[in-house]
């Protein structure tokens, strides 16, 4: 297949938007809003299907939650019969938000994750159709552990490779199975939590946002309510990689798919000021895995701004030299074609941006 097109998918307070470009990202294009006046939580074009399958969690205060698939790269969406759910009822208890979306392993083509509050992980064998609930997340002993933050309970974060599986949740932690769910273990040894009564906790870290590198699912990075952090045994362990950064808070995270040493972040003042630091745009950089960090700032403003990016706002789009996208909390969204070192911005003030999802589209 020859790569037809990169398209970003950006969700938002008031609906999804769709830049669009040739393979060699010069310009833009926007399209949408696709599903106006859902919140979009989560979007993401599936790579097992060329870029051409695509998923969005969208929620509306009056018509509820709903899941959409796209089968042409975004450019139409359908509702979804059924969404994950606790129980047969439309109330809180079974359902409040969909809050992560994810792809199954490669020989799957079909199955999809989801992650929902109240703390809820599911899956999809036939492109979101139906949906079951994996017991064994729920009923393992750390379950006890988990607590609503600030921003509630949820399953934030879904990471697949092969029968492995990853999430984290807010406050709850970061787990891990080696059986496609069967069982798990809880993965947070090392990480502070001092906002916990015990010294060292098992399980309900306050966790913002897990990334795994899909050519290496041992080495996982999460950015936490202390600090960010790497694993290079699969979640065993954990050394805190903050040192460099100007802060130890944020959400956002994104990896190079080809160099599992390569990560990128977005730091935001403190708990009680989720805004950037100093008022100055700047994404951090590392190339060797935390031990350094750069800040990229061509480009991006750097005086009297003062904005947030979610967990899901800063993503790659998998091309070689590295693409990225980010949007903010004004609306703004900005992309560099060469790994950061320059960023240009859509030509567009969106509502507040909840998620970027970017990825290639073939022919």
């Known amino acids: 297949m020859k790569l037809a097109e ?13 830049a669009r470009a040739n393979p060699k990202r010069e310009q833009f294009a926007l399209e949408g809003p696709y599903l106006a006046g859902y919140e979009i939580q989560r ?8 870029g051409t399958v695509a998923y969005a969690a969208a929620h509306h205060p009056v018509w509820g939650i709903h899941i959409y698939r796209s089968t042409d790269a975004g450019r139409s969406w359908h509702s979804l019969a059924e969404v994950p759910r606790h129980g047969d009822d439309d109330t809180a208890d079974s359902l409040r938000t969909i809050w992560s979306l994810a792809p199954g392993p490669a020989e799957s083509p079909d199955t999809i994750y989801a992650g929902i509050e109240p703390p809820g992980l599911f899956v999809s064998t ?3 159709e139906g949906w079951r ?7 393992q002993p750390a379950a006890e552990h988990w607590h609503p933050a600030k921003g509630g309970c949820a399953v934030h974060s879904i990471h697949v490779h092969g029968q492995r599986l990853y999430c984290a949740l807010a406050a709850g932690g970061v787990y891990r199975s080696d059986d496609a769910g069967a069982s798990w273990q809880a993965c947070n040894k090392g990480v502070r939590a001092p906002y916990l009564p015990e010294a060292e906790p098992v399980a309900g ?3 913002h946002t897990l990334r795994m590198h899909p050519a290496d699912p041992d080495r996982l990075y999460r950015q936490s309510h202390t600090g960010t952090w790497r694993s290079d045994d699969g979640g065993r362990s954990w050394v805190e990689i903050t040192e460099g950064l100007p802060s130890d808070f944020g959400y956002a995270l994104a990896i190079d798919p080809v160099d599992p040493d390569v990560l990128f972040t977005i730091p935001e003042d403190s708990s009680d000021f989720r805004a950037t630091v100093d008022g100055r745009l700047r994404v951090y950089r590392t190339r060797d895995a935390g031990a350094h960090w750069q800040a990229l700032t061509e480009g991006l403003p750097q005086r009297h701004c003062y904005v947030t990016v979610l967990r899901d706002g800063l993503a790659g789009d998998g091309l070689d030299p590295l693409g ?8 703004h969204v900005f992309h560099s074609r060469d790994r950061g070192d320059h960023w240009l911005p859509l030509p567009a003030i969106l509502p507040p941006v909840l998620s970027v999802d970017a990825g290639s589209v073939a022919r």
């Open 133 to 139: 609930r994996l017991d064994a997340f729920h009923t």
């Open 205 to 207: 870290h306050n966790d």
């Open 6 to 18: 990169i398209a970003v998918l950006i969700g938002t307070r008031k609906g999804l938007f769709v």
């Open 43 to 50: 979007a993401f074009l599936d790579p097992r299907h060329g």
């Open 324 to 331: 990225l996208y980010f949007g903010t909390s004004s609306g």
């Open 126 to 128: 036939d492109r979101g």
